[in-house]
C-alpha cells in the first residue's frame, strides 16, 4: 500500500507566551525547509493562534489549536468555537487529548460532537485515543480504543471521506512520561485502529486516514515508529516545545522509508 503522506505536529499545551512563539517560529522555519515531504502542524495555546497562523502564512506549516467548542456561538462562557478558529488563521484542532478527557471530563459523546463540528468547518481534526496504564496491564487496551474511533463517528456525516480525519494513537502511560510504547505497540495499535476504520467506513477510507503516534517521541527514537507500515507520524508534546528538536523530528518524517 503507498504510503500516506506523513504529519509531524507539535502540542505546546499550556506552554509559551505571545513572544515566545514568535521566537519559536522564526528558529523553525529555516530549519525545516528541506521537509517538503512531511505536512507541519503546531498545536499552541489560544492566546498565540492569531500570531503563529499569521507568521506561518504561506510557509509549510500550519497553525492549529489544542481544543474547542462545537457551538458556534452563545452562552459558553470561556469557551471558543470552531468560526472563532477559522477567524484567526487556524486550520487544524486537536479533539480529545487525554488531559483533555482526564482533567476536564471530556466524553466520548463530547469528542465526536467536536469531531464532526471540526469537519464539516473544514478544520483538520487530529482525534486522540489511547489506553491507561491499568486498561493495558488488564488487558483492556483494544476495548478502550475501539470504544472510542467508534465513537467518533457517531455524529459524523456518512459522506465524510478520510482525508480530512487524523487520528493520534496516545497510549495514556507514555504521554510526558519518557516511557514510549515499542515501535511493535505502535504498530499493533495503529493497524487495528485502520482495520476497524475499514469495518466502518470501507478499505479506501480506512487506507487514507493517517494515523499518528503519540508518546514521548524525541528525536532518538522517532525513526523506528515512524518505520512502522501504519504510522503516519507523530503528535508531539514534551519534544516539540524546542524548534531545533522539533525541527529534528519534521525533517525525520519527511524522510521515512516505508515500513
Ligand atoms: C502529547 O502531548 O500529545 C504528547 C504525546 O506528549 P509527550 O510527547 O510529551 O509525551
Redesign the pocket.
Known amino acids: 500500500m503507498a504510503r500516506r503522506r506523513p504529519i509531524m505536529a507539535a502540542?505546546w499545551?499550556m506552554n509559551k507566551l505571545v513572544g515566545e512563539a514568535r521566537e519559536y517560529v522564526e528558529q523553525l522555519l529555516p530549519r525545516i525547509e528541506g521537509a517538503g515531504g512531511a505536512d507541519i502542524a503546531v498545536f499552541v495555546p489560544f492566546t498565540a493562534l492569531g500570531e503563529v497562523a499569521r507568521l506561518t502564512e504561506g510557509t509549510p506549516v500550519v497553525a492549529g489549536a489544542q481544543n474547542f467548542y462545537y457551538e458556534d456561538s452563545g452562552a459558553f462562557t470561556g469557551e471558543v468555537s470552531a468560526p472563532m478558529l477559522l477567524d484567526v488563521g487556524a486550520a487544524a484542532v486537536i479533539v480529545g487529548?487525554s488531559e483533555r478527557r482526564e482533567i476536564f471530563g471530556e466524553t466520548d459523546e463530547m469528542v465526536a460532537r467536536k469531531a464532526a463540528r471540526v469537519v464539516s468547518a473544514g478544520l483538520l481534526p487530529v482525534v486522540c485515543v489511547g489506553e491507561t496504564k491499568e486498561e493495558r496491564d488488564s488487558g483492556g487496551m483494544w476495548e478502550k480504543v475501539s470504544r472510542q474511533v467508534r465513537a467518533v463517528f457517531e455524529y459524523l456525516g456518512d459522506e465524510t471521506s478520510g482525508e480530512p480525519i487524523v487520528f493520534a494513537y496516545?497510549p495514556v502511560w507514555?504521554?510526558?512520561t519518557g516511557d514510549t510504547a515499542t515501535p511493535e505497540d505502535a504498530q499493533d495499535a495503529t493497524s487495528k485502529i485502520r482495520g476497524l476504520l475499514g469495518e466502518l467506513r470501507g478499505e479506501d477510507f480506512a487506507g487514507a486516514v493517517r494515523i499518528l503516534y503519540?508518546?514521548?517521541?524525541k528525536p532518538g527514537n522517532v525513526g523506528e515508529i515512524m518505520a512502522q507500515e501504519d504510522v503516519d507520524g507523530g503528535?508531539?508534546?514534551?519534544?516539540s516545545l524546542e524548534a531545533e528538536s522539533f525541527a529534528e523530528l519534521v525533517n525525520a518524517a519527511a524522510n521515512v522509508e516505508s515500513g
Request: aromatic share 0%; no cysteine; net charge neutral.
Open positions: 502540542n499545551k487529548h496516545e507514555a504521554i510526558g503519540g508518546g514521548s517521541v503528535l508531539v508534546g514534551g519534544a
